[in-house]
């Protein structure tokens, strides 16, 4: 093995299928779509190049704006409900919980359903007489029957929620693993030197994965930028755009009802470089700051 990986031109031929299918797919796609957004066209007709004008447009558009709005409110909530709630969850599971497996399977079964599925399931609990209103009528709010979905204020949160659910439990999973993988000589370490569970998450466990924590955040925030499925099931974008996302947006642009080919291809390049960008971001924040062990842990009875 060591011999083949020191000879570039085996290296080379290797990886060639996969760079050749990468660029077909993915490369070849982006810079086809990038000539399209510089013009006019239906994707039947000939086109007419417009150079910018598209982008013009697109950048002045409010209904653009508030849908890029929407994909970053619902990446900003992934970092900071889904992310910490899937940590908590993996840290509680892999320290010592009864019913590792069953705990796992359970909070994984909505990574594995469809979205089509989990979309049907939450728009009968946010029904006029769906679970949420029964729940809340049973609280004593006896006048309880919001159309969650249906209210400029109420749904995109009514969105974000199953969205958020539906991953938690794939970001549990990476998160578990990391720790599993974290040599429990540490630990052990740890509870001899009198360290609580929660100081030797704080000071061993979280810095010790920082690489998944870093994975699971671009996962995350890239992820939300590029959701569709539930919020086609569920809103549609609606009701009047409150729901919109660059997605949703950009199909119904292109094939609805005018088939704008060219500037919803403008709308796709402009997602791409979002997502890009951010990845970048994301990347140079956990560079900026390494993480370090902190100091050996104290008895905590002695700290105090």
Not at 5 to 23: H, T, Y
Not at 84 to 95: N, R, V
Not at 200 to 211: A, E, F, G, H, R
Request: aromatic share 12%; proline share 4%.
């Amino acid at each position: 093995m060591d011999k083949v990986m020191s000879d570039k031109k085996a290296v080379v031929i290797f990886l060639l299928p996969s760079f050749i299918l990468f660029c077909a797919v993915i490369i070849i796609p982006i810079f086809m779509s990038a000539g399209y957004s510089l013009t006019e066209w239906d994707g039947t007709r000939a086109k007419v190049f417009i150079g910018l004008q598209n982008y013009k447009e697109l950048f002045s558009s409010p209904v653009f704006l508030k849908s890029m709005l929407n994909s970053l409110i619902i990446a900003v909530a992934s970092v900071l409900i889904q992310l910490p709630l899937s940590l908590l969850l993996a840290l509680c599971i892999a320290h010592g919980v009864k019913g590792e497996k069953f705990f796992i399977t359970v909070f994984f079964i909505p990574v594995i359903l469809a979205s089509v599925v989990i979309g049907q399931l939450w728009a009968r609990i946010y029904n006029q007489n769906g679970l949420l209103n029964l729940f809340l009528r049973a609280l004593g709010d006896k006048d309880a029957k919001t159309a969650w979905l249906g209210g400029m204020k109420t749904a995109l949160p009514a969105v974000i929620v199953p969205i958020l659910w539906q991953y938690v439990g794939y970001h549990m999973l990476l998160f578990y693993s990391g720790i599993r993988s974290i040599s429990q000589d540490i630990f052990e370490a740890a509870k001899i030197d009198g360290a609580s569970f929660w100081r030797t998450c704080s000071s061993i466990t979280i810095p010790l994965l920082k690489p998944i924590i870093e994975v699971s955040v671009t996962f995350a925030v890239v992820g939300s930028m590029k959701t569709y499925d539930l919020v086609k099931v569920l809103t549609n974008g609606g009701p009047a755009s409150a729901s919109e996302v660059i997605t949703t947006l950009l199909v119904r642009t292109m094939f609805y009802p005018g088939n704008r080919y060219g500037y919803g291809s403008a709308m796709a390049i402009a997602l791409i470089a979002e997502c890009f960008l951010l990845y970048l971001a994301l990347g140079r924040i956990f560079r900026e700051k390494p993480e370090k062990l902190e100091k050996p842990l104290k008895d905590e009875r002695s700290a105090a």
